[in-house]
């Protein structure tokens, strides 16, 4: 597992909270949470952009895919 991306906190300072899975790319991400009481990120594994799903629509199909509309 790693480490909080933030403050480089060790593996057992952080929660794991969710997974969710993209219907963009079939990726699995998973939510952590950094225990760490200075710190208290959240944050999604992997971290990556994937560009071409930022690059081949406009603001529809970015309202579409995150707010769920129709």
Do not use: A
Request: with cysteine; hydrophobic share 25%.
């Amino acid at each position: 597992m790693p480490k909080c991306p933030i403050c480089k906190t060790s593996t057992d300072k952080k929660k794991f909270i969710e997974t969710y899975v993209s219907p963009f790319n079939q990726q699995e991400y998973k939510l952590y949470h950094c225990l760490n009481k200075d710190c208290n990120l959240q944050w999604w594994e992997p971290l990556k952009i994937i560009p071409e799903f930022y690059e081949q629509g406009g603001e529809e199909s970015y309202e579409v895919f995150h707010l769920g509309i129709r």
